[in-house]
C-alpha cells in the first residue's frame, strides 16, 4: 500500500482534460514537501513530467500541469494526445519514521480512448 | 545533458546477492544525489535509497535496511547498488537516476532486470 494514494486508472478522448489526484497526508504532502510527477510510456524508463508541485522541465509540452493544495495535488493533462497513454506517478517525501524518505504514488494508468 | 548507463541483466539464485551499477556522464558527479528505484513486473515504483555523490552519505528506505548498500566512485563518476539475501520478489527492473532540485528525480537509467530464480 503506497504512502501516497492515486486512482488506478482515468481516461478520456484525442483533446479532452484529464486529472489525476495525489492525495497524501501530515507527514507528507501536507508537511510541506514538494511534489514531483513522472510519466512512464510502455517499455520506458520514468521521466520526469512536473516538479516542484508545478514547474515543467524544458522540453515538456504546457499540457501537463501541476498544483497542490493541502495533502493533497493533482496533474492536469489538456489535449489528450494518443502518445499520452501511459503510467503517472506523483512523489514526495516522508517524515513519519525518519526525514527525507521518498514516498510514490502507486501509479495512474492513463487510458486514450 | 546527463546520462546514466547502467549494468546489464542479471540472473540469481534465492539467497544471493546482486551489485548493479550506474555509469553517470555530462555533469558533474559529485554536485548531485543518486537515486535508486526498483519497479517489479507489473507494479509501481518503489524507492530503495539514495547517496549524496558528494559527501557519501546514504539513506535507505526501511523496506530494505540490513540488506541494501548504495556506494559510489567519484573517480568513475559510477554509484552501485548492492542488494543482498536476495528472494523471488526481489525480482524486478532497479533503476538509477539522478536527483536534481527540489527533490526531483531528473534522469533515469534504463534499468536493469535482476531475476532472482532458483
Known amino acids: 500500500q503506497s504512502v501516497l494514494t492515486q486512482p488506478p486508472s482515468v481516461s478520456g478522448a484525442p483533446g479532452q482534460r484529464v486529472t489525476i489526484s495525489c492525495t497524501g497526508s501530515s507527514t507528507n504532502i501536507g508537511a510541506g514537501y514538494d511534489v514531483h510527477w513522472y510519466q512512464q510510456l510502455p517499455g520506458a524508463a520514468p521521466k520526469l513530467l512536473v516538479y516542484g508541485d508545478s514547474s515543467r522541465p524544458s522540453g515538456v509540452p504546457d499540457r501537463f500541469s501541476g498544483s497542490k493544495s493541502g495533502t493533497s495535488a493533482s496533474l492536469a493533462i489538456t489535449g489528450l494526445q494518443p502518445e499520452d497513454e501511459g503510467d503517472y506517478y506523483c512523489?514526495?517525501?516522508?517524515?513519519?519514521?525518519?526525514?527525507?524518505?521518498?514516498?510514490f504514488g502507486g501509479g495512474t494508468k492513463l487510458t486514450v480512448l | 545533458q546527463a546520462h546514466l548507463v547502467q549494468s546489464g541483466a542479471e540472473v540469481k539464485k534465492p539467497g544471493t546477492s546482486v551489485t548493479v551499477s550506474c555509469k553517470t556522464s555530462g555533469y558533474t558527479f559529485t554536485n548531485y544525489f543518486i537515486y535508486w528505484v526498483r519497479q517489479a513486473p507489473g507494479q509501481g515504483l518503489e524507492w530503495m535509497g539514495w547517496i549524496n555523490a558528494g559527501n557519501g552519505d546514504t539513506k535507505y528506505s526501511q523496506n530494505f535496511q540490513g540488506r541494501v548498500a548504495i556506494t559510489r566512485d567519484t573517480s568513475a563518476s559510477t554509484s552501485y547498488l548492492e542488494l543482498g539475501s536476495l528472494r523471488s520478489d526481489d525480482t524486478a527492473v532497479y533503476y538509477c537516476?539522478?536527483?536534481?532540485?527540489?527533490?526531483?528525480?531528473?534522469?533515469w537509467g534504463q534499468g536493469t532486470l535482476v531475476t532472482v530464480s532458483s
Open positions: 537516476a539522478k536527483g536534481v532540485l527540489p527533490g526531483a528525480i531528473g534522469y
Open positions: 512523489q514526495s517525501y516522508d517524515n513519519s519514521l525518519s526525514d527525507w524518505d521518498v514516498v
